[in-house]
Each structure stands twice: as structure tokens, then as C-alpha cells.
């Protein structure tokens, strides 16, 4: 069973950048995605991109387009997110997943609180 | 990008009871291959979100076999034939059809 650990809280300055790592703990990536996911204080879900580690392709939401980065690390099995710009709007719990849309896959990260504060 | 909309959004339910929550798409999950993804999640208070339903109607492991999947083309639903505590939750439908992949806006399950 692969376990996903991610890096741990940030507090940040609006306007800044933030990195979240996302190790993969007992297995790879391979050959699946990894899925970035965030949550806002009492809000749902929202996707904003991911990759495919074993090629480093990747999709992001329109949204985050501009300012977002998802890289993979195929020697420490770890995908990080790089956010910039940050703005008070993106406090949030940001979670990595590692999913197949097609299988049984489906690991998710514990979750890093990201927050925004001046 | 394609609205998931769900019904309805709070769902009060008697233990043992059935419980059945709805997702409608903008357009059609129809894939140009042929399948349609949508995908059902699971997010208990406090804790990471799990899917329990991936292609409309398979179980992911571990899941239950009273939580069951149906739909086609823009309407799904996600049925529970007898709820329990542990299912106390956020319930959200995802489509991984078309980018960028969306959520729905998410169904509170809670014990009358």
C-alpha cells in the first residue's frame, strides 16, 4: 500500500510563492497520476492540475494556469506544487493523490494547510 | 468547463435507512473512447477524501457494497441501500472526462 506524505504547514506573505511536496512512502508513482487538489476553509473540493510522473507531463485548471508548477522527482518518488502570487484566497488545504481513472487506484496525502497572511 | 451540480446538498438520513444523492453534468461524460468517468468521493469530518466509485458504477477497494453507482451520459447517482455512523460525511462527484476535471459542489450526509 503506497502511503503519500506531504510536506508540512506553510504561512506566507501575500504575493509570494509556496512549495508542497508529496512523497510517495512504500511504492512509486508509477505508472499512475498525481493529482492536486485544494480546499478552502469550509469549501469544497477543487482540482487544479497534475502529473504523470513517469513522463512529467502535465494539465493544469485554467484557473491556476499562470502560476502554477507541478514537478516530479523520479530518484526521492516526490511531486511538488509551486503556487505564486499567493493571495489571501488561496488558504487552503492542498492535497496530493495519486488516482487511476480507470482502476482500483486511489492513495491521497494527509493534507498541508497553506495559509496567507499579511 | 463542466458544472457538476448536486442534489441536494444536505441529506439528513435515519440510521439504516437508504440514501440516494444526485449529479447532473453541463454536458455529456461520454468519452471519446466510449467510457465515462465519473467518480464518487467520500471526505469524513476531518480526514482526506477517498473515492468510492470510479467509471460510474465500480467499487473502489475496501468500499462497501451498499454504496452503488449508476447513471449515464449527464445524470448519476450515488445510492447508500442502508446508512451507518462511519458514513457521516462530504459526498462530491468528479468528472475526469473532460479538462479541466471538476467537482461537484459537494452533499452533507448527517444522522437525523
Known amino acids: 500500500q503506497v502511503q503519500l506524505v506531504q510536506s508540512g504547514a506553510e504561512v506566507k506573505k501575500p504575493g509570494s510563492s509556496v512549495k508542497v511536496s508529496c512523497r510517495a512512502s512504500?511504492?512509486?508513482?508509477?505508472?499512475?497520476?498525481v493529482t492536486w487538489v485544494r480546499q478552502a476553509p469550509g469549501q469544497g473540493l477543487e482540482w487544479m492540475g497534475r502529473?504523470?510522473?513517469?513522463?512529467?507531463?502535465?494539465k493544469y485548471a485554467q484557473k491556476f494556469q499562470a502560476r502554477f508548477t507541478i514537478t516530479a522527482d523520479a530518484s526521492t518518488n516526490t511531486v511538488t506544487m509551486e503556487l505564486s502570487g499567493l493571495t489571501f484566497e488561496d488558504t487552503a488545504l492542498y492535497y496530493c493523490?495519486?488516482?487511476?481513472?480507470?482502476?482500483?487506484?486511489?492513495?491521497w496525502g494527509q493534507g498541508t494547510l497553506v495559509t496567507v497572511s499579511s | 468547463d463542466v458544472v457538476l451540480t448536486q442534489s441536494p446538498l444536505s441529506l439528513p438520513v435515519t440510521l439504516g435507512q437508504p440514501a440516494s444523492i444526485s449529479c447532473r453534468a453541463s454536458?455529456?461524460?461520454?468519452?471519446?473512447?466510449?467510457?465515462?468517468?465519473l467518480n464518487w468521493f467520500q471526505q469524513r469530518p476531518g480526514q482526506s477524501p477517498r473515492r468510492l466509485i470510479y467509471?460510474?458504477?465500480n467499487w473502489d477497494s475496501g468500499v462497501p457494497d451498499r454504496f452503488s453507482g449508476s447513471g449515464s451520459g449527464t445524470d448519476f447517482t450515488l445510492k447508500i441501500s442502508r446508512v451507518e455512523a462511519e458514513d457521516v460525511g462530504v459526498y462530491y462527484c468528479?468528472?475526469?472526462?473532460?479538462?479541466?476535471?471538476?467537482f461537484g459542489q459537494g452533499t452533507k450526509l448527517e444522522i437525523k
Open positions: 502529473i504523470i510522473p513517469m513522463y512529467g507531463t502535465t
Open positions: 467509471k460510474v458504477s
Open positions: 454536458e455529456s461524460l461520454v468519452s471519446s473512447d466510449g467510457g465515462i468517468y
Open positions: 493523490a495519486r488516482i487511476h481513472y480507470s482502476s482500483s487506484v486511489d492513495d
Open positions: 512504500g511504492g512509486t508513482f508509477n505508472p499512475y497520476t
Open positions: 468528479m468528472q475526469s472526462t473532460h479538462w479541466p476535471y471538476t
